[in-house]
């Protein structure tokens, strides 16, 4: 599969834990995107990173979270202290030079 | 910021018929508006994509129209299928800074047989 990969699919942790979650984009593409999804929501946007250049946060996220990547190709995105309400899924995406978005697999987190 | 709306949120259909959902959006900068399916547990996949030079683009039985002026874009699907069913998301992004998309609520499509 050359589609855009997330690990782990699931992640189950107890409140106040750190976790962290990997994101492989596809092959070449140099955009770089992080997603909530609640249930019944839409995704929305957390950051967004070009190469290895992290260029954009939204206000979603709060300095419990942090993302890298570090060589421009692979992501992490690490909670820190995980509360209930960080339960959600975490989906990345990716694109080349343009507007078109692929979407992993996601990662449903959850947060007892 | 972007402020997409989408309605209804839920849309039960004959097999064979067609279907429509709508999306509103705020911000006249946004010029790229795709729609993506997603099944239970599954990512979501882009179905298809409009850009802001083109009023209407059609795929087989899914075409999505735009309209800039009133700020809404509307996908159809004909002749619909038990596998047409999942949730379906609009999206608008703008080509400045960071394109992310901004996601309406969904669309949950029933397809009954």
């Known amino acids: 599969d050359t589609g855009v990969s997330q690990d782990p699919r699931h992640k189950i942790t107890k409140r106040g834990q750190n976790v962290t979650f990997r994101c492989d984009p596809i092959?070449?593409?140099?955009?770089l995107y992080w997603y909530r999804q609640t249930l019944g929501q839409g995704p929305e946007f957390l950051t967004y990173?070009?190469?290895?250049?992290?260029?954009?946060k939204s206000r979603l996220l709060s300095d419990r979270f942090s993302a890298e990547r570090p060589k421009g190709s692979f992501s992490t995105l690490e909670i820190q202290r995980t509360e209930q309400g960080d339960s959600a899924m975490y989906l990345c995406?990716?694109?080349?030079?343009?507007?078109?978005?692929?979407f992993g697999p996601g990662t449903r987190l959850t947060v007892l | 910021g972007e402020n997409v709306e989408q309605h209804p949120s839920t849309l039960s259909v004959q097999e064979g018929d067609s279907a429509v959902i709508k999306c509103t959006y705020s911000d006249s900068a946004s010029n790229y508006f795709p729609w993506y399916k997603q099944e239970l547990g599954k990512r979501p996949q882009l179905i298809i994509d409009?850009?802001?030079?083109?009023g209407e683009k059609k795929d087989q039985r899914i075409a999505v129209t735009l309209n800039k002026t009133a700020k809404h874009f509307s996908l159809h699907i004909t002749e619909t299928q038990p596998e047409d069913s999942a949730v379906y998301f609009c999206?608008?992004?703008?080509?400045?800074?960071?394109?992310?998309?901004?996601f309406g609520t969904g669309t949950r499509l029933t397809v009954i047989p």
């Open positions: 990173f070009q190469n290895e250049a992290q260029l954009e």
């Open positions: 999206a608008a992004s703008s080509q400045t800074g960071a394109n992310n998309l901004f």
């Open positions: 995406a990716s694109s080349p030079f343009t507007d078109t978005q692929y």
């Open positions: 409009i850009r802001s030079n083109v």
């Open positions: 092959s070449e593409h140099n955009r």
